[in-house]
C-alpha cells in the first residue's frame, strides 16, 4: 500500500468514526527506533482486520516493520474491521549513538537506555517477546522466548537481522572464539536443550527443559542447567555433545561460572513459602578435577538469578518473593550482609566491573534498580523506568 493511499484510507476511516466503535492497539511502546519489528495486536476490532500506515514503515503479516534507514517522525497506524475502528501514534526516534544499556523487556523489545543518565533512547520491537540479551562485538543479539526467532542488532551502522530456526530461547551467551551464539531452549519436557547458532548454521542437543547458561570460552564448554531434572548439563562447545551431568541441584535455574572456569554457581528456584514447599539456595560445584558439589547456602525464599563479583568474591542472588538482593560470599555461601531492598520481582543481576555497578532489572515493577558495588548504595537516579516487564540487560561501552 503507497503512503497517499494509506492516508486517503485513514481519512476516510477517521471520518466515519462517529459511526464505529472504537477499539485500541495493545501494545504500549510510544518511541519506536528503525529496524523494529512490532506486533500487532487489537482490542475491540476483530479479525480479518484491515490496516494503514501513514508515515514510515509497512505492515507485514500482523507486524508494523520500520525500515533501518527511517527518519526520525511520526507514524499513524490504523486498523478497521465490521464497524470498529483503532488509530495509534507512535513516534519514530534516531538511533542511539555511543554507549548504552540494551534492557530486555518482555512486553516491549530491547529498550536502549544512557548508561550514564539512565535516559531511554528508544525501544527495538523485535517482533517477539525478549528473555534474555547479550552483548556482541557489533552490538546485541536477543531471544524471542515465545517464537523461533533471535534478532542480531547492530550499532554501527544501525541495523537489525533475523535468525530463524531457535525456538522458545530463554538465556544466551556470544562465544567470540567460536564466532558462535548459545542459546538454551526450554522445549516441552524432555526436548529442551542447547542450540549453537554459527556462521554455518544451527546445532541442537537435548538437554532437557533448559533455562540458565554459563560459557568457558577457553575450554570451549557451555554448562547449562535443567529444572525439570534437577541438574547441569556439561557440554562441548565444539561438538555440542553432552560430556557429563552434575546431579544434585532441585530445580536448577541460573547460573554463574568463576572467571577460572573452575568453579560453579547454580541457583535452586524454590522455596518454602512458595508452591514448590522446598528450600530454595546456591550450590557451589567444583568443575576439576572432576564435577562436584562442594558446599550449599542456606536456605533462600524464591532465588531467580545470580551474579559474581569475582573481584570482591561476593555472588549477588535476586529472590522474586521477598525483593531483595541477597549478598553471600562466594567461598562460604554465607550472608555477609543483610539483603538489598530492590524493586518488585527482581530477575537476571548483571554486574559491571568497568563502572563499579550491579544492575538488578525488575519484572514487576518495570524498572531497573542499580547499585555502586563499592558502597552497595544506590546510585542517584535509580531505579529508573524502563520497558514492561524487563528480565534481563546487557551493556556496550
Known amino acids: 500500500m503507497t503512503r497517499a493511499f494509506a492516508a486517503i484510507l485513514a481519512f476516510a476511516l477517521l471520518s466515519a468514526v462517529h459511526r464505529m466503535a472504537i477499539g485500541h492497539f495493545d501494545f504500549q511502546t510510544r518511541s519506536l527506533l528503525p529496524a523494529s519489528r512490532l506486533a500487532l495486536g487489537l482490542t475491540g476490532v476483530k479479525s480479518p482486520a484491515t490496516f494503514a500506515v501513514v508515515g514510515a514503515g509497512r505492515i507485514e503479516g500482523g507486524y508494523y516493520v520500520v525500515p533501518a534507514n527511517a527518519n526520525p517522525g511520526l507514524s499513524t497506524l490504523v486498523a478497521a474491521a465490521a464497524g470498529a475502528l483503532a488509530v495509534r501514534t507512535v513516534r519514530i526516534v534516531a538511533p542511539p549513538r555511543g554507549p548504552v544499556i540494551a534492557v530486555a523487556a518482555y512486553d516491549d523489545g530491547l529498550v536502549f537506555h544512557d548508561p550514564r543518565t539512565f535516559a531511554q533512547r528508544g525501544t527495538l520491537a523485535t517482533g517477539g517477546p525478549p528473555s534474555d540479551v547479550a552483548p556482541m562485538s557489533d552490538g546485541f543479539v536477543t531471544t524471542d522466548t515465545d517464537g523461533d526467532a533471535l534478532t542480531r542488532v547492530s550499532l554501527a551502522p544501525w541495523g537489525a537481522s533475523r535468525i530463524e530456526g531457535v525456538p522458545l530461547g530463554d538465556e544466551l551467551v556470544a562465544d567470540p572464539e567460536l564466532h558462535a551464539i548459545f542459546v538454551t531452549e526450554r522445549g516441552v519436557g524432555a526436548e529442551g536443550g542447547l ?41 562441548d562447545a565444539r561438538t555440542m555433545r553432552v560430556i557429563t551431568r552434575i546431579d544434585g541441584i532441585p530445580r536448577a535455574f541460573s547460573l554463574a561460572l568463576s572467571p577460572n572456569g573452575e568453579r560453579l554457581f547454580a541457583v535452586s528456584n524454590q522455596g518454602r513459602r512458595s508452591f514448590f514447599n522446598a528450600p530454595g539456595s546456591v550450590s557451589e560445584i567444583a568443575l576439576y578435577p572432576r564435577p562436584r558439589i562442594l558446599k550449599r547456602s542456606a536456605a533462600l525464599d524464591l532465588p531467580v538469578g545470580i551474579a559474581l ?51 538488578v532489572p525488575c519484572a514487576g515493577s518495570n524498572e531497573v534498580d542499580v547499585f555502586d558495588t563499592r558502597t552497595l548504595s544506590r546510585v542517584r537516579g535509580a531505579p529508573f523506568h524502563t520497558g514492561g516487564y524487563p528480565l534481563a540487560l546487557a551493556i556496550s561501552r
Do not use: M
Request: aromatic share 6%; charged share 30%; proline share 3%.
Open 195 to 235: 542450540a549453537r547458532v554459527g556462521a554455518r548454521g544451527t546445532k541442537y542437543v537435548v538437554t532437557g527443559v533448559a533455562e540458565g547458561i554459563a560459557l568457558d570460552a577457553r575450554r570451549q564448554r557451555v554448562y547449562v542447567a535443567d529444572t525439570d531434572r534437577g541438574d547441569v548439563a556439561v557440554v
Open 309 to 359: 563479583d569475582s573481584g570482591a568474591e561476593r555472588l549477588f542472588v535476586t529472590d522474586e518473593q521477598s525483593n531483595v538482593v541477597d549478598v553471600l560470599d562466594a567461598r562460604t555461601l554465607r550472608k555477609r550482609r543483610a539483603p538489598l531492598r530492590t524493586c518488585s520481582i527482581p530477575w537476571q543481576p548483571l554486574v559491571e566491573k568497568r563502572a563499579h555497578r550491579l544492575f
